[in-house]
């Protein structure tokens, strides 16, 4: 693969409505393409570079809605977005987002690094987080060194 970046998340949705405002509400989200299939809608929401697809759910999910930070099995565990301040996203959030985890600090990994997990309408978990930075070299297992360039 020459060149690769980030899509988009797809989310599917019980009331595709609720979850765009929940997104372009909280986060600030806009509307960046509907596509109309007849008998259904998938719409595009833009952030920045980050778009979420939005999908009509076609049932109910197979297992219980994930708690604090997300399910521990394979797969997706939360989405996540950085802010300048996790207190103040919180105060202007809806009072009707539950918290699911947190806040928490985690200044013993890195100062000024804090975190708090709310719930979307659907049940997904979403991180609001601060102050996470890289770490300049962070170590690579052998194996996977060997086998990536």
Same mark, same amino acid.
């Given at each position: 693969m020459n060149s690769c970046c980030f899509a988009h998340i797809? +989310?599917?949705c019980a009331d595709m409505n609720a979850?765009?405002?929940?997104y372009r509400r909280n986060f600030g989200f806009k509307r960046a393409r509907v &596509?109309? +299939?007849?008998?259904?809608?998938i719409v595009f929401l833009k952030l920045g570079d980050m778009y979420l697809e939005l999908f009509q759910a076609q049932g109910d999910a197979p297992s219980p809605k994930p708690i604090k930070d997300g399910h521990t099995? !394979?797969? &997706?565990r939360h989405i996540a977005f950085q802010v300048a301040d996790v207190d103040s996203a919180l105060a202007e959030m809806e009072e009707s987002v539950p918290v699911t985890f947190g806040p928490f600090s985690f200044d013993n990994f &890195?100062?000024?690094?804090?975190?708090?997990w709310v719930r979307d309408p659907d049940g997904n978990i979403v991180e &609001? !987080?601060?102050?996470f930075v890289d770490q300049l070299t962070p170590p690579l297992d052998q194996e996977l060194a060997d086998a990536c360039p």
């Open positions: 797809a +989310l599917n979850t765009e405002h929940f &596509i109309d +299939l007849g008998h259904e809608q099995w !394979s797969g &997706i &890195i100062p000024g690094w804090r975190t708090v &609001i !987080s601060q102050g």
